[in-house]
């Protein structure tokens, strides 16, 4: 069976795989930098008292949360151009990774917040300190060391899910796989590939989460 | 310095503070005590506003506490405030705890502040502590250092809330001592508590609640000893048989 393994035909198509993974990286970037922002607007309006702000907030992460990415993809792709909105297909993928991702998390924002223990907010109430100084001071310091473990994975997901822009004909590296199978007829070999990559970007963010775990997390005990 | 009106509140159904009438003068010493769920840590939770009234009126300082308008910031600033289960900013060391709120609340320069941390860390007898994180201190260290963030802001009130009922008994006396040095200080004080020693040494009046309402006020002598309502001898009864 190894020996019908053509490894050859690998290297001659290692500047398409080099090309997706280039593609399929900055994607990435682009879309989780895209996606903290839009999570971390999400979140405050989230978990604002002021309804206009609130309840948009909840339908959004509601919404994004109960789809599947697919249909999201679909649906930018294909439903807005018919609503005469047009938009070049990279872009359309880091949008709907964007409103993707950034719904989850938003979520694993609050959660972090959330897990401050309530007597910490009261004393910082007590002292007289603002809201924006609490969270400065007291609560986002705390959530920080919770939240980035879960945002690293959402990372590691958002990478993953880019995938699915192969279906849209996005050039990144699910779609190098594709192309080399449709043009050889060598899926083993052409998405072995694919999947030795995703995994070389993988590793990559698992080292920054482990290393960040360590670092970022305020020390509980000595 | 601080007085209660017609105070009510209730928690759902629950009426936590029924018809509360209070004066607290300056310089006063007050302990309150009482049966759980009788109201009395929901009664000082009130002064700063922790927690807020449905009728009535608090006014504090001449501030009016329970109308909206009220600058709660500048309130705050000027009560002390310690908790049962201390709150301290797991992320700071003692030093950062003590001098958070001095700089960000009353914009005192941080050489400053540190000076007075420093100062209010000796005065607790804890200067060794100051680059301590709360994990590596003892409940009783804990809640000293609490003491001192909340001295650090000068107030002109300080409130505790069961200040020793989360510490293991050993640790208690070190807490109470720096609060007996407090009230000899003549810091106005409204503690929560069950310490009758404390309550004999330096309170000036001991107020009794239950279900919400005061039953009976009066000299820490006189209440321990001789509690004039059967309420409060049943409830002294209790807490003296062990």
Known sequence: ???????????????????????????????????????????????????????????????????????????????????????????TGILALMLNSGAYIAEIIRAGIS???????????????????????????????????????????????????????????????????????????????????????????????????????????? | ?????????????????????????????????????????????????????????????????????????KLRAQIGFVFQQFHLYPHMTSLQNIMLAPVNVKNIPKSNAEKIAIEKLEQVGLSDKSDSYPAQLSGGQQQRVAIARGLAMSPEIMLFDEPTSALDPEMIGEVLDVMVNLASEGMTMCVVTHEMGFAKKVADRVLFMDEGKIIETGKPDEFFDNPKTERAADFISKILTH
């Open chain 1, 1 to 91: 069976m190894l020996a019908d393994f053509n490894f050859r035909i690998i290297f001659e198509y290692m500047p398409l795989f080099l090309n997706g993974l280039k593609s399929t990286f900055l994607i990435s970037i682009i879309s989780i930098i895209l996606a903290l922002m839009t999570g971390i607007v999400a979140c405050s309006c989230r978990i604002s008292g002021i309804k206009i702000i609130k309840y948009p907030a909840i339908a959004y992460i509601e919404i994004m949360r109960s789809t599947p990415l697919l249909v999201q993809i679909y649906f930018l792709y294909f439903g807005l151009p018919t609503l005469g909105l047009r938009i070049p297909e990279i872009q």
């Open chain 1, 115 to 222: 897990s401050v223990d309530e007597g910490q907010i009261e004393a910082g109430v007590a002292s007289g300190l603002n809201y924006v100084q609490r969270m400065r001071f007291i609560i986002l310091p705390q959530a920080l060391g919770v939240t980035v473990p879960p945002l690293l994975g959402q990372a590691i997901v958002l990478v993953k899910d880019s995938a699915l822009l192969s279906l849209i004909s996005v050039a990144e590296l699910t779609r190098s796989g594709q192309t080399m199978t449709s043009e050889r007829l060598m899926p083993a070999e052409a998405f072995f590939t694919v999947a030795f990559f995703y995994i070389c970007i993988y590793l990559c963010l698992k080292t920054f989460s482990d290393w960040s775990q360590k670092k970022l997390i305020y020390r509980e005990a000595y």
């Open chain 2, 1 to 73: 310095m601080i007085q209660f009106k017609n105070v009510n509140k209730w928690f759902g159904k629950l009426h936590v503070l029924n018809d509360i009438n209070l004066e607290i003068k300056k310089g006063e010493v007050l302990v309150v005590c009482g049966p759980s769920g009788s109201g009395k840590s929901t009664l000082i939770r009130c002064i700063n506003r922790l927690e807020k009234i449905q009728e009535g009126e608090i006014i504090v300082n001449k501030n009016p506490v329970h109308k909206r308008s009220s600058n709660l910031t």
